[in-house]
């Protein structure tokens, strides 16, 4: 008499289970950290280029207040925003034997020729000084650091607040002349160190 078998499909064993879910895993990992970089470099890259646009904005604020602008604004805080949002290319130029020749030069001028030393360059003197004389220890700490960042922002909504106030309001501010330029001006001064305090606290 011939017997019949049932014959029973067996599922995985624990250890091909256990090597299939490693290898789920490790692709997981794998893309996590992808987009991890992407993400960094990302926003690594939007920070680097919105510190470049914060300073040119900085400088031309701060050009324009010495030749054409001419407000009561206390735009002299405008050479610690410079100097703290300087980005490092430059801010290590700067501080090394081109901005100690142009600091001299500026003193000498200063010293010796003072009717022929324009006013409006008094801030930018005031800043190659500043970026040539301040300790390593403060530069390091201080710079491109939540505290500097903490500054710059600071800043840009103290003279945000000034100038809507000095144009007779928020309108005003992007209605009369010149006021759309420096308004965006200072507005660009804002998002530079929103957007790396958003990332410094992520």
Known sequence: MKKNYLA????????????SDLHDLGRTTKRLANDAMNLTLGSGLATTLLQ??????A?????LDRTNWKTNILTSLLVPYIFLSLPSLLFNLLRGEIGKWIAFVSVV???FFPKQFPDWLDMPGALILLLVTAPSLFADTVKDSWIGLG?????GCYLLQEHIRASGGFRNSFTKSNGISN????????VYPV???IFAIL
């Open 8 to 19: 029973m499909k067996t599922g995985p064993t624990s250890s091909e289970l256990i090597t």
């Open 195 to 197: 957007w790396a305090l």
């Open 109 to 111: 001028l200063r010293l």
């Open 151 to 155: 500054i710059c922002l600071g800043i």
């Open 59 to 63: 400088i031309y604020l701060l050009v």
């Open 183 to 190: 308004t965006i001006g200072i507005i660009v001064l804002l």
């Open 52 to 57: 470049w646009v914060a300073s040119v904005s």
